[in-house]
Structures are given as C-alpha cells and as structure tokens.
C-alpha cells in the first residue's frame, strides 16, 4: 500500500549555498517547535532542483510539489527526478512517529521525516509556507529544525453541494486551501431538501438534473484530495432534509401522512432500510478511503409520523411503544448497522435528545452545531465523542437564510480565534449556546468543523481564505502560542 511505504523525497541543489538574514519563518497553523540557526543563516535552492521520489506515486508527487511550487512563486523554477537516493534534501516516512507528526532540518540540507504519507504532505505544506523566492529561479529558505503534530484528530470543512452549485474547479481550489493549512478531512454535503447530488445508480431518479456530477467526477476528487493529504467525507442527510427522496420515488421514502411537500423519509418501512442500504453501498464505493459517512439526522420534523396508522403498526411490532422519538432513534440505530457493514464509521449531526429508552450507540460520532437538542455536557457524560460544529463563529452562511442574523453568519478571524475545540455559541436567544458553554478540556472532543453553507463554488474562497486558516489553527494547538 503507497501509505505503508518508505518515501524518500530528495532535492539536489547544483548551486546550493548559504545566504544570510534569512526570512522569518511563519507557519500556519503554527508548528509545536521552531528551533532557528543561531548564525541566522538561510539555504538557497536554484534551479534545476532534481527531486528523488520512492513509492508507487512518485510521479503524482513530483507533480504535485513542483506545480505547487511552480503556481505560487515562479514558472522559472525547473526541476527534473532523480534516482539518487544521497540527495540533499529527504522525505523519509519512519512509523515510529505518530501518523501525523513530521519533523524538518534544514541546515546543508533539507531533512523531513514523517509518520505517514499524509504528515509528508503536512510537511510539505509546511515548507511551501517557509520558501521565499529570492528570483525568478532562487528559492531561499531559513536554516533551523520545525517539530510538529496536531492536537486534535478530527479537522474538517464542510461545503455544501446540494444547496448552491460547485463546479468541479472549485472543488479542487478548496481541496488545495484545506490541503495547505493541513485540514484533513473534507465533508460534501450531498443531499437535502433542494437537491441530491449523489449519482446513485440504485436510483436513477434521486440525482437533481441540474446538478450534473458523475461518479467519475467523485473518483476523481477522493483522488486529488487524497494526494494532497485530504480525506473526503460524504454525507446523506436523512431522515430530515429529504424532500428530493419523497418527490422523486413516493412509492418508497413517502411517510403518506397528507403533508404537502413532506421532507422526511418513511423511517416506519422496510423498504426505506433496503433502499438506504443501496445508496449507502454505492457511496462507500465511490469514497472508498473515508473511514466516515456522514448520514445527517439532523432537524428531522418528527410530528410529520405522527397519526399516520403504517407508522403505528410499525412501531407496535417492533416494541417502540407510543414515543415518536424512540422510532427516530431507532432508525439511527439501523441506519448505523448498515454503515457498518460497508466498514465505515457513521457520523450524525446533533439531533436526539438525551432522554430515550433506545440505546443510541457510543460509536456514532455526534457533531454538535446548536447545542439545541442535546447538550454537549450531556453527550460527553454519557460517553459519546464529539466533534465541536459550533454555528457560532464555525458557521459560513453567506446567504439564502430567512433568518437576518444567520445570513450574517460570517465571523470574523479575530471572533475564530477566541473559540476553541470545547467551546459552543449561538446568536439566537432561544438556544442554549446563547449564553457561551465551556466545557472542560475533554480528549472525546476530538476536534472540530468549520461549515460552509449555501455558498456558490465561486464564494467559497473569497469567505474562506482568511478564515480557515484561522480555524486551523484553533484545533491544530489546544493552547495557542500567538
């Protein structure tokens, strides 16, 4: 497997010298240790840089490093592969580290070792923020030792595809902004009331015409992202937010209750179960290396099963008595068997209530956005781990909310910063958030999602360039040093 592979990574420097005053050295999110040359001296690479590459995707490597280098400082810059193993510069992978601690020197070289492909990369990411480019063919870089590793596991970004349209450019401009201030994973929200993106082939009917993705275009993003050291998460949001699949085949997901424009599945039938355990077998296909689905449950409008005698039935013989909440949970609870079994790890946002006699599984993660329906001291107590989606400041809404104060929902950096990875907010006064919750440092808070909502693909950077990496740094360093 390329990830279980030893990388040596290696730049020969024909005209490599030393140079004084070097530039200052500012990495974001900011490295545990930068340890400088005392002689505050800098190392020059110029032109010509041969690069010496050992795994199976030396040649995507290579690409992606020199095009990195190439479109942020000069088109001058040359560089050819070299099968020279005592080059001047490495990447080694050594598994004795931690799968993503990496650690760099630059002194008469340039050594990185990392302990996986993806701390590689971080590494990398790292490097790029350190060159300056001294001319057109000179890149110059700080003599000194960079040691490095995240504090939390989980760093994410979510865009919504199903709301607002994102061509497949726009996608990848995302990809390479979390790839650079090293978040790792990507979730792509795929359905909701205005769309399904997803091109099931279980269901030809479900993909929304005037949203043209293919599966081809998802390979292709799972495999540009996962060279640049980013995961992408799927997610189909049921049982709420689901309009498209009561429109598009009622026979199945229709709770036939009489509501026009219903928008929640039919959680009380086994075909509904079947038709999901199809759609969620294609979805992890095509994002095969997402140890993650994300399948929503979010803002479901439960009283719409109500009064509904198929529900009553349904619900009789499975012993969920009259609570309409205890067949909500008891759909996550199948629902997450069926995740499963595809060898995935079922991500939910927040949504059950703490109360309930169905056992709402700890190996569900929770995304905790409102803190409305279930507390976060309440999910870490009874033993759930948590990812802080926190509307206030993680909240990108630049537009298309009837509420006035969420369409303002884009929080400055300087209101980013303040947050941190057990901290909860909301601008609405009948949430609890509105009064900010603290929790103590919790290690089942295992990181946090910065959420881009209803934004074009053409938005996204402009909201996100100086934002993310403000929010990368929150989750990279518990406490940080700036």
Not at 80 to 108: G, M, P, Q
Not at 183 to 193: G, N, R, V
Request: positive net charge; proline residues 5%; hydrophobic residues 35%.
């Amino acid at each position: 497997s390329f990830f279980l592979l030893l990388i040596l990574f290696s730049v020969s420097c024909n005209d490599q010298r030393s140079s004084k005053y070097p530039p200052s050295i500012d990495i974001i999110p900011t490295p545990k240790g930068i340890f400088k040359n005392q002689k505050n001296e800098a190392l020059e690479l110029k032109n010509d840089i041969s690069i010496y590459i050992k795994s199976q995707e030396s040649k995507k490597f290579f690409d992606l490093i020199t095009n990195d280098l190439k479109v942020i400082f000069s088109k001058n810059l040359s560089f050819k592969r070299s099968d020279k193993i005592d080059s001047d510069i490495s990447f080694v992978i050594n598994k004795n580290l931690d799968d993503e601690e990496y650690k760099i020197e630059i002194d008469k070289n340039i050594s990185v070792i990392g302990g996986s492909y993806n701390a590689i990369t971080m590494a990398k990411s790292s490097l790029i923020q350190m060159f300056k480019l001294k001319d057109n063919n000179t890149l110059i870089l700080p003599k000194s030792k960079i040691y490095d590793k995240p504090d939390s596991s989980y760093r994410g970004l979510m865009i919504d595809l199903s709301r607002m349209w994102h061509d497949l450019e726009s996608i990848r401009n995302v990809i390479d902004l979390a790839s650079l201030y090293k978040i790792k994973y990507l979730q792509l929200h795929l359905s909701d009331d205005q769309a399904f993106v997803f091109p099931t082939d279980s269901f030809p009917n479900l993909p929304t015409p005037d949203r043209p993705y293919s599966k081809k275009d998802f390979i292709e993003l799972v495999e540009y992202a996962k060279i640049r050291g980013v995961t992408i998460i799927p997610e189909i949001d049921v049982p709420g937010h689901s309009r498209q699949f009561v429109d598009t085949y009622p026979e199945i997901f229709d709770v036939n209750n009489g509501v026009k424009k219903s928008n929640v599945i039919n959680i009380a039938d086994e075909k509904v179960y079947s038709a999901l355990d199809q759609i969620i077998g294609e979805v992890a296909k095509v994002f095969y290396n997402s140890p993650y689905i994300h399948m929503g449950a979010d803002e479901a409008k439960l009283d719409l099963y109500k009064n509904v005698a198929k529900v009553k039935l349904f619900m009789n013989k499975n012993k969920l008595g009259n609570d309409i909440h205890e067949l909500y949970r008891y759909f996550i609870v199948r629902t997450n068997e069926i995740v499963k079994k595809y060898d995935k790890q079922m991500l939910i946002w927040e949504g059950f209530r703490k109360e309930g006699k169905i056992k709402i599984p700890n190996d569900i993660i929770v995304f905790e956005f409102e803190t409305l329906y279930n507390h976060p001291k309440s999910l870490i107590e009874d033993g759930y781990t948590v990812v802080n989606a926190s509307w206030t400041p993680l909240y990108a809404v630049f537009g298309g909310v009837k509420n006035k104060m969420a369409r303002r929902a884009v929080w400055s950096p300087e209101r980013i910063y303040k947050w941190n990875k057990w901290r909860w907010e909301h601008f609405s006064k009948t949430v609890p958030g509105y009064n900010p919750i603290q929790l103590e440092e919790t290690p089942q808070v295992i990181g946090g999602q910065m959420c881009s909502w209803e934004q074009s693909g053409d938005a996204e950077i402009p909201v996100l360039r100086k934002r993310l990496p403000v929010f990368s740094e929150r989750v990279w360093n518990n406490k940080p040093s700036k």
